[in-house]
């Protein structure tokens, strides 16, 4: 709070308060504490943005294929676990429950798209299977999740 200490007349020259009515505006902002916020929050989303993701681990098969464009939405994505179970997002489905658990929530979304993520252990039989019953279901758009970076046909000339 500013206060102004001008000199009085006939006080000798002794600079005395003068109350005023409006005290004048504050015209600097502290902006430490908006600071300290900010990097407490950019420290938390740092942390959490690698949890946002799928969280079943499984060993994708690596190809030379590129990575699809990203989309708007969180993708759906079924994975085929090491030893064979289906896992719609992050929670366990039993095989006779997929289908119609993916419809109920293929229906809340305005994207189609399903990502079929398969642990490079498994039967190539496997994968085609839950394939198989996602296109017999009616899912057309089905793309399959691999590492990038791997081995061509053609070999490393190609």
Do not use: C, W
Not at 5 to 20: I, Y
Request: no cysteine.
């Amino acid at each position: 709070m500013a206060t102004s200490m001008t000199p009085r007349k006939g006080s000798g020259g002794r600079r005395t308060r003068r109350h005023s009515r409006h005290p004048a505006a504050m015209s600097e902002i502290n902006v430490t504490p908006m600071v300290d916020v900010m990097l407490v929050l950019l420290i938390i989303f740092m942390v959490a943005a690698p949890l946002l993701t799928v969280g079943v681990p499984v060993e994708l098969p690596e190809t030379a294929a590129s990575a699809l464009p990203t989309e708007q939405e969180e993708p759906l994505t079924i994975t085929v676990t090491a030893d064979g179970a289906l896992v719609l997002q992050t929670t366990e489905t039993p095989e006779d429950e997929l289908i119609p658990r993916l419809r109920a929530v293929m229906a809340e979304r305005t994207d189609d798209k399903i990502y079929l993520r398969a642990d490079g252990a498994i039967p190539y039989e496997r994968v085609v299977q839950v394939m198989g019953a996602l296109n017999g279901a009616g899912f057309r758009k089905i793309g399959l999740v691999t590492e990038t970076g791997g081995p061509t046909l053609g070999g490393p000339g190609n």
